[in-house]
């Protein structure tokens, strides 16, 4: 991912260490993509997805109150 789009990445390191495969799946929310999507595109379950999502929320420190796609939208405005 960092290879097609440096400042994303860039961005979410600033926030916290995140691995490659964390920031692929940031890069999924990003683009907007659904749990169900994510989960058919990457092979995993949907409850696995749900669970990644919370763990990334906490990770990055975004409120519980915030929707986590309005987030990354908001990523770099």
Known sequence: MHEYCPRFSEELLKISPLKISEIRFCAYIYLNFSTKEIADY???SVR???TKKYNLR???NIPADMDIYVWFSKLFK
């Open 48 to 50: 696995t997805v749900q």
């Open 58 to 60: 906490k990770k990055l």
């Open 42 to 44: 990457t092979f995993i």
